[in-house]
């Protein structure tokens, strides 16, 4: 598991800023990248917030997409991907100061079309065992489409810090 500090690799953040920048901009830090798990977390900032405070909702499927996207570019052998179709369900509020997880799983991980979970849940701060869910994701992506000479790179950043 990649996690933040193991095997010399830089930190999360610096890993998230290489992978995703839109992510990055707001500080979400990616954990974990698997071809069969992505991962990260969030501390809510006012950066993410809608204008009553709370994690606004397209964070939230920003989130989403960009983790299912990640997994399933790793997925498919490093092939090229498109999101299709994102749906997502806001469960619970986040607030500024909440610690928020993300944790994206395969549901299917087909040759043309994979759907990937994403949960989005926040945390105790007393038990971080304790977690409540706050948005639940499906998003349903394209795979296996030719990568042009100019993407390449996306692979090659993915491979430096993917579970292989």
């Known amino acids: 598991m990649n996690q933040i500090g193991d095997g010399g690799e830089p930190p999360s953040s610096s890993k998230t800023e290489i992978l995703d920048s839109p992510l990055h901009t707001f500080g979400f830090e990616i954990d974990e ?42 997925a498919s052998g490093f092939h090229r991907i498109a999101g299709i179709h994102l749906s997502i369900s806001h469960l619970k509020s986040a607030q500024a100061g ?10 299917n991980l087909g040759k043309s079309i994979q759907v990937w979970e994403v949960s989005l849940s926040k945390c105790d ?40």
């Open 33 to 74: 990248l698997s071809p069969h798990r992505v991962s990260g977390h969030l501390l809510v900032t006012p950066k993410c917030c809608q204008p009553f405070k709370m994690l606004h909702g397209g964070v939230s499927a920003l989130i989403a997409e960009a983790l299912a996207s990640m997994g399933a570019h790793i």
């Open 98 to 107: 909440d610690f928020v997880v993300a944790v994206a799983t395969p549901v």
């Open 125 to 164: 701060p007393l038990n971080s065992e304790t977690k409540t869910l706050i948005a639940s994701s499906r998003v349903t992506i394209l795979c296996n489409l030719p990568v042009p000479e100019s993407a390449r790179d996306a692979a090659q950043n993915l491979k430096k810090y993917a579970k292989l």
